[in-house]
């Protein structure tokens, strides 16, 4: 069945960085666009960055351009998210989502999330 | 500007319905949306996509209680046959030029 697992969360400190890592299976990774969103405690869904099933295509929220980069390896089927120059208000749980189809913009698989603390 | 805009909160009886709004900013009345489910403590799952024309096609494994119709600009989710475990947020979700956005989020409590 498909799932998606999210890693690399922590701690860390404002101005750091930090890789978070998916690891798609149960279906054919490399013809999907994928995305990450992320949930600040205790508010809603908050949509972070995608990227085209070939990866020619990457978008970014207004508040992580230029700080943060979507990538992804289609031979171990692993999506990522390089994060730099970390804030306090980048708190979050990061869920990693399958879109619908080559891009889409719609989600229709989410992982359960890794959550990630900046703090001083 | 595209936003999408949801009741905070919403109640009903055990083995009732309910029906969710979700409504979209002047000018994108013919957008399609998604809605997510996020039981608490859980990752949000995918629920159904709903076109402007109340045609809907719901995510795998997802029971036939969730339907959605659409009416101008508003968007609807009904649940039917409430159960305890459909307690959840319910979030609305569309995309724009190049971004997503998502509602603020109806949160369901069961009676």
């Known amino acids: 069945q498909v799932q998606v697992v999210e890693s690399g969360g922590g701690v860390v400190q404002p101005g750091r960085s930090l890789r978070l890592s998916c690891a798609a299976s149960?279906?054919?990774?490399?013809?999907?666009?994928m995305h990450w969103v992320r949930q600040a405690p205790g508010k809603g869904l908050e949509w972070v960055a995608a990227i085209s099933y070939d990866g020619s295509y990457k978008y970014y929220a207004d508040s992580v351009k230029g700080r943060f980069t979507i990538s992804r390896d289609d031979s171990k089927n692993t999506l990522f998210l390089q994060m730099n120059s970390l804030r306090v208000e980048d708190t979050a749980v990061y869920y990693c989502a399958r879109d619908l189809g080559l891009i889409s913009f719609y989600f229709d698989y989410w992982g359960q999330g890794t959550l990630v603390t900046v703090s001083s | 500007q595209l936003v999408l805009t949801q009741s905070p909160s919403a109640s009903a009886s055990l083995g009732a319905s309910v029906k969710l709004t979700c409504t979209l900013s002047s000018g994108h009345s013919n957008y399609a949306i998604a809605w997510h489910q996020q039981q608490p403590e859980k990752g949000p799952r995918y629920l159904m996509k709903?076109?402007?024309?109340?045609?809907?096609f719901r995510g795998d494994g997802i029971p036939d209680r969730f339907s959605g119709s659409s009416s101008g600009a508003e968007r609807y989710l009904t649940i039917s046959s409430l159960q305890s475990e459909d307690e959840a947020d319910y979030y609305c979700?569309?995309?724009?030029?190049?971004?997503?956005?998502f509602g603020g989020g109806t949160k369901l409590t069961v009676l």
């Open positions: 149960g279906f054919t990774f490399s013809t999907y666009a």
């Open positions: 709903l076109n402007s024309d109340g045609s809907h």
């Open positions: 979700q569309t995309w724009g030029t190049d971004i997503v956005v």
